[in-house]
T-cell receptor, first 117, second 112 residues
Framework: EAGVAQSPRYKIIEKRQSVAFWCNPI?????LYWYQQILGQGPKLLIQ????????DSQLPKDRFSAERLKGVDSTLKIQPAKLEDSAVYLC???????????????FGSGTQLSVL | SQQGEEDPQALSIQEGENATMNCSYK?????LQWYRQNSGRGLVHLIL?????REKHSGRLRVTLDTSKKSSSLLITASRAADTASYFC????????????FGQGTTLQVKP
C-alpha cells in the first residue's frame, strides 16, 4: 500500500516569509498528525485531526501556524510569518483512528525539511 | 513537555554486538511504542507493548516494560550496520486521544 506522502521535501525561505506543507495520509486512515522535529530532538506534536476535526492543537503556535484538513483526507500546514526557530523537519503521520483507541501505530511520511534564513 | 526520556543519548558498538536502549516516562500509560528513524527519513514503527505486558519480541528486537519503575528497554541482538539509526520511545498521552509523546531519542551507530 502507498505510504504517507509529503511535499515539498525541502524548503528554504527568508524569515517573515510564509510557507505551506502538504500531506496525503494512507487511504482510510482517519487520524492525521503534524509533528515538528528540531535537529537532535524527538518529534513534538503540533496538531492532531480525527477526520476533519481537530483533536489536539495545544502545542500549535496559533499566532503563526495554521493547519486544515477540509475533506478529512489530505492536509496542509502553513507558517506565516516564519521565524528562525521554525527551522525543523515537519513530519506528517497517520493512523487508522478507530474511535479513541490508544493502541495504534503511526505511519510517518519522509518529512519536509524547512530552513529559515 | 517530553514524556519519555531515552538513555543513553548516543551509543556506538561493533557489528554483531547487542545494543540496549532505555526509556523512562513520567505518567501512567496505556502503551509504549518504539520507533526507528534513519537519517533524513521519517519514523518507522518497531514494536508496541501494552501496559499489562512485561516483555515482547519481534525478530531481533526485545522490549521490556516495567510500569512500577516507569521504564522500558529496547534490546537489539546481533546488531548490523543497517541498524544504524535513531531510536525513539513514545508513550500515549494521559488524554487518551491517541496522541503519542516522543522522547529525545538514542542515536545508535553500528560499525562494520
Amino acid at each position: 500500500e502507498a505510504g504517507v506522502a509529503q511535499s515539498p521535501r525541502y524548503k528554504i525561505i527568508e524569515k517573515r516569509q510564509s510557507v505551506a506543507f502538504w500531506c496525503n495520509p494512507i487511504s482510510g486512515h482517519a487520524t492525521l498528525y503534524w509533528y515538528q522535529q528540531i535537529l537532535g530532538q524527538g518529534p513534538k506534536l503540533l496538531i492532531q485531526f480525527q477526520n476533519n476535526g481537530v483533536v489536539d492543537d495545544s502545542q500549535l503556535p496559533k499566532d503563526r501556524f495554521s493547519a486544515e484538513r477540509l475533506k478529512g483526507v489530505d492536509s496542509t500546514l502553513k507558517i506565516q510569518p516564519a521565524k528562525l526557530e521554525d527551522s525543523a523537519v515537519y513530519l506528517c503521520a497517520s493512523s487508522l483512528g478507530r474511535g479513541w483507541s490508544t493502541n495504534e501505530k503511526l505511519f510517518f511520511g519522509s518529512g519536509t525539511q524547512l530552513s529559515v534564513l | 513537555s517530553q514524556q519519555g526520556e531515552e538513555d543513553p543519548q548516543a551509543l556506538s558498538i561493533q557489528e554483531g554486538e547487542n545494543a540496549t536502549m532505555n526509556c523512562s516516562y513520567k505518567t501512567s500509560i496505556n502503551n509504549l511504542q518504539w520507533y526507528r528513524q534513519n537519517s533524513g527519513r521519517g519514523l518507522v514503527h518497531l514494536i508496541l507493548i501494552r501496559s499489562n505486558e512485561r516483555e515482547k519480541h519481534s525478530g531481533r528486537l526485545r522490549v521490556t516494560l516495567d510500569t512500577s519503575k516507569k521504564s522500558s528497554s529496547l534490546l537489539i541482538t546481533a546488531s548490523r550496520a543497517a541498524d544504524t539509526a535513531s531510536y525513539f520511545c513514545a508513550t500515549d498521552a494521559p488524554s487518551n486521544t491517541g496522541k503519542l509523546i516522543f522522547g529525545q531519542g538514542t542515536t545508535l551507530q553500528v560499525k562494520p
